[in-house]
Each structure stands twice: as structure tokens, then as C-alpha cells.
């Protein structure tokens, strides 16, 4: 079954511009339509090739699709779904790609009408670049696409949205938006904030210079840098939006890393040892899922 | 001028067995005689062909050296240097690849006698991987190498030093131990013991799986995890031999999360935006200072 023949993207960014080069890249007869609120995005998409039509609102792109994906920042949502709201055909399905689902759930089934089937999704992939030209068909290739139905979901409309996330090399699961929220909060959310923060730390000391935070930052720094490049509209809302999970996993690497700085301070170098020798275990049953590259260093060249 | 013509390399590790394959590629005139405390990493020093000798012993190693690099874990310094003591030729140059400098200075001072020079240096470089299997010839290339040599330190042989790390591909950069232990506390150290602690939090929630924190990991919470399977005894040497300056980064550090934790917990998105968007800045740095690659996501492989 193709499980969508008429889909329409608001919002044409990495994750936006990724999902339409997808699509046409694995289901090629169907028929794409995109609005961005940037009118240089749109331009960009127009050059790029990268939908059948571009619309200048957000309701024009609506009003024949049979899937409607909404690909903006989280607080966004709301907004953009008030936009579509009258223009949606009946029997259409809404989804999204939001890095937070219980707001998003709550904000679409507000804004939304009866009758239309939403079913919030988050492909757990991306990259720490941004906009059209940063897309790339392969980005969801053996990555997970969580979905959050309601508990009163239309069971076809989500078994249509696992089968097109399938198509597009996806794996995917459902959870309640609330255990995705917290899962995320620690694998992403978490992760986000403290190299955020810690690339913050390094630019304010006075002690040390800019130029040398750069200049020796393969000690490790690096890597941070470039989680801490990705788009910061984004990630204002992921951290607004699920403020209490955020909140929750934050409390708990505070106390774990109160505890190690205590290690430090009394010389307790078993401690040390101890954790560092688990936390090994980890990175190999990431790689052993396809994860991750095996490859020393990310595979960067040398 | 060809700066050292017999080197003894003490630690077949990742860095050492680095050196001596950058050694044999780039000064391919120099005899290279390595030593291991393992005797398994000696065998497989023998079966990769990493050295021209490998001695039973680290002062056989170095009777006939002009060059003697120490690439041990920072508090093994002091009993390698020990060891050697008493077989070092006159005139033999000191030399080790420690993350720590303060502390290795005073152990090596200690330990060696008068009329050795002694010029500690710190390669900023490395990857996740351990052991002689792990090391590759170019891994120095275009990274910086620290000099920290003693107040009274030999200007010839610290300009030894320097043409052979400039031979091997490395930039020479000098500075007293005490900035480097600094600098490198927060471009290294903290870094380090942040991936570890996140890693370490991660795996230790009652209301998220291993296998959650596993399948989702490509959100960011996996770049984190590389850093994490690091050497286990390297690092616990590092925090336990550069105690001050990681508390002194540390306690920056915390001081800037908890102000990140207050912006979320009071719904304060300017805040986070304003840091979201000064922290992209450091990353171009990183990437024209050519300290990383500019490729999305590390050019890892989609």
C-alpha cells in the first residue's frame, strides 16, 4: 500500500527539506506540496527542486493533502495549526516532527478540528546544521521515528504513518508523549543543554582566551561545539516546552556530577575508575545497534 | 638538522604507538626502541613492527637514547622515570605525552638526575581507542603540541623539541605548566568528566531503559558517549593529577548550568536563545581554525 499520495510540509528546514528529498528519493509518486513562513526559504526550495509546489501560506499547501507534516520549531505548532485549521480536506492525517510531543499533542488537538486524525511523530535524527540547503534524503536511514498517538487515535492513521516512516528507512515505535518526553530529555534535551552550557563556560573565562579554547579544543571541546551549533529557535522551544522532564534529568546529572567533583576533591581515584570503566559498556551497545559509526573519532579524517 | 637520532618511546599505547608509526613515516632515519609494561602489548608491538628493539625493560629501552618519551598514564610518571634514572645516557632530552603537565614537571624533576633536560610536551590529540592497535601515523597532524619546559630548561633542547613535533605534522605552541593545566582543564578535562558523568546518569534511571537510552541516542546523547569510552586509568589519572584547575573550571561550570536551569524553570526563552546563538560562533572558530571538520554531524556516514 502507498500509504500517502498527496503530503504537504510546513516548514523547510534540515528536518523539513530532509523529509521531502526523502520521499521523493523512496516514494516517488507522490505528490508534494511546501510552505515555508520564510519567504527565502521558499525561494531556496524553489531553486533546489525540492517539491512539486511551493505555497505561499500555509493553508494553500493543505487543502488536497491526505498527510500533512508539520516540520517547525514546538511552540510554532500551535500557530501553524490555528493557520490550517480551515483549509484541511476531511480524512486527512496531521503529524509533525516536534523534539517535544506533550505539548505538541495537546496544542494540535486544540487547534485542530474533530474528525481530523493526528498523530504526532519525532524521527530521532539531524544534524547541527539548519535550513533547506542542509537536507539530505538518507538523514532517517536506520533511525528511530517515535510515534505519540492519543489514546483515542485512529488505529489506520497511525498504522499509515508507521508504513510511511517505514518506506522512508525509518524504524519505528510508539510511546505515550509522556515517557517519549522523558526518554528524549535524557537522550537529547539533556544532551543539548550542557554542551549549550559548557561552550558558554569556555568563552567567559578570562583566564583563558577565545583563541585558545579553538586552538586546543581536539582535547575533547570539539565535540560539544557541535551540538552547541544547532539552531537556537529550536532548541529555546524543545526546553520551554518540556520543562519539567528537562528539569527532572537535570537534577539527577547535577547530583551524579556533585558526586564526582567530591571524588576529585578527596583523591578517590576507584570511584573514578569504576565509572569510567561503565560507561564504555554503553558506547559499544550503541555501535552495536547502528547507532553510531564504530569508526575511531567519529570517523573524521585524519 | 635531524633533532633526535635514537628515540626510546616508554607506553605503546594509543599516543605511543602513534608516535612511532608518525616516527617511522616521517624521520624514517631514526631508531626507535620502544618498551610496554605489558608484556601482551610488547608481543603485539613485535607483530605490528612498531619499533626496531622492544626491551624487556624500560631502562634497556633508553641506554643508547637521545630522545626518551614517556606515553604512560600521568601518575605512572613518577615509577617510569624511576626506572630509567640510572640508565639514562648524558646528555639524553626528557620528554612525555601526558594531559598534565604541573604535576608530571615535578615528578619527572624529581625522579631524573641532574644534567638531564627535561622538556615536557602534550600532544592534542587522541581518539576514544586504546592500545598499539589503535594508533596511526597521522594522528598529530595539524593538531597543537604544548610545551612546558622548566624555568631553567635547555633553550637547545627545547628547540629540539620543537623541530621534532614540527617534523611529526604538530604546531609548537609554549607555555608554563600551570596555564596549561588551565587551558587544558577546560578544553579537555571538563569536557571528559561531563561525558562521563551524562553517560554515567543516563544509565542509571529507574524510568528510561539501557535499551531506550540506546535506540535514541542519535539526539545527541551518542556524541557524548565516544568521549566516554576513553582510556579508564588515563582519565582517572588526569582528574586525580590536575585536581585545582578541573574543580576551578567545574564550579564555572555549574554556576553556568544552574543559571540555564533557573531560565527554563522561569520560561525565560531570551536567555536561552541569546546563549544558543553565541555558542554557534565557537564552533566556526573550530572549524577555520581547522580543529574540526565543517561536514555535518563529523562527516559521519549516512
Chains 1, 2 share one sequence.
Not at 39 to 65: F, K, Q
Request: net charge negative.
Amino acid at each position: 500500500m502507498l500509504p500517502f499520495a498527496r503530503v504537504a510540509v510546513i516548514g523547510m528546514g534540515l528536518i523539513g527539506s530532509s523529509l521531502t528529498r526523502a520521499i521523493r528519493a523512496k516514494l516517488p509518486t507522490v505528490h508534494l506540496t511546501v510552505h515555508d513562513a520564510d519567504a527565502a526559504v521558499r525561494e531556496r526550495v524553489v531553486d533546489l527542486d525540492l517539491a512539486d509546489d511551493v505555497t505561499d501560506t500555509p493553508g494553500a499547501a493543505v487543502i488536497d493533502a491526505d498527510l500533512v507534516i508539520l516540520a517547525v520549531p514546538v511552540l510554532a505548532m500551535m500557530k501553524v495549526a490555528a493557520a490550517i485549521a480551515a483549509d484541511l480536506p476531511a480524512g486527512c492525517v496531521v503529524s509533525d516532527t516536534g523534539s517535544v510531543k506533550g505539548s505538541v499533542l495537546a496544542d494540535l488537538s486544540e487547534a485542530l478540528p474533530e474528525g481530523i486524525a493526528i498523530v504526532p511523530a519525532h524521527p530521532v535524527a539531524g544534524t547541527e546544521q539548519s535550513g533547506p540547503d542542509a537536507g539530505f534524503a538518507t538523514l532517517f536511514d536506520a533511525r528511530w521515528c517515535i510515534l505519540t498517538p492519543p489514546v483515542d487515535a485512529d488505529a489506520f492513521a497511525v498504522a499509515r504513518i508507521t508504513e510511511f516512516w517505514t518506506r522512508l528507512g525509518a524504524r519505528v515505535e510508539v510511546m505515550t508523549p509522556e515517557h517519549h518526553d522523558l526518554v528524549l530529555a535524557v537522550t537529547s534535551h539533556l544532551p543539548h543543554l550542557i554542551a549549550y552550557s559548557i561552550v558558554g563556560t569556555a568563552s567567559d573565562l578570562e583566564s583563558v582566551t577565545r583563541s585558545e579554547v579553538i586552538k586546543y579544543s581536539a582535547g575533547g571541546f570539539r565535540d560539544f561545539t557541535r551540538i552547541a551549533a544547532s539552531d537556537p529557535v529550536m532548541w529555546r522551544d524543545v526546553f520551554l516546552s518540556n520543562k519539567d522532564a528537562v528539569l527532572n534529568v537535570l537534577q539527577r546529572f547535577s547530583e551524579d556530577l556533585t558526586a564526582l567533583q567530591r571524588a576529585i576533591r578527596w583523591g578517590d581515584g576507584d570511584y573514578l575508575e569504576a565509572l569510567f570503566s561503565r560507561t564504555r559498556a554503553v558506547r559499544r551497545g550503541i555501535v552495536d545497534e547502528g547507532q553510531d559509526t564504530g569508526d575511531a573519532d567519529f570517523g573524521r579524517r585524519h
